[in-house]
């Protein structure tokens, strides 16, 4: 069994998350059997692994935030795709503006964080006009 120290949204800390399969995490997806997952054993939150791989995509996301991360991915994926703005320098304007080191979605620990990312998003989208 691989357990990994990841921080969990919910229980406030860092757990010891046990790596699963998608089986575990979503019913009716047989899809997802093949995906690495690794999930919080207090509330059993979970979070995505990179393809392939046993490397988990973040931290352990509430329900809430994960909603509000895929509501930033949405905001941010056309912006990157227009090509307006590259990955690096959008995420170091981000990061710049949360005062923070180095900015991913997936590290996001509270609603209030994404609320502030999606602002942001919002704002760098105006000028991409
Ligand atoms: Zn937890």
């Known amino acids: ?8 949204c919910q229980c406030k800390e860092n757990v010891n998350a046990k790596l699963v399969k998608g089986n575990v995490v979503y019913q009716n997806r047989p899809d997802l059997d093949c995906l690495n ?16 791989t046993e490397n988990p995509l973040g931290c352990i ?3 809430e935030i994960k909603n509000a991360r895929k509501f930033i991915h949405a905001l941010i ?4 795709q227009g090509g307006f703005i590259k990955r690096k320098k959008l995420y170091k304007l981000i990061s710049e503006n949360l005062g923070i080191k180095q900015y991913h979605t997936g590290w996001t620990r509270t609603i209030e964080e994404c609320r502030e990312v999606y602002k942001i998003g919002l704002k760098i989208k105006k000028e991409a006009k």
């Open 1 to 8: 069994m691989t357990i990994k120290s990841i921080y969990c």
């Open 37 to 52: 997952f690794y999930q919080c054993e207090r509330c059993k939150n979970f979070v995505g692994c990179h393809k392939g």
């Open 61 to 63: 996301p509430t329900k």
């Open 77 to 80: 994926d056309p912006i990157l």
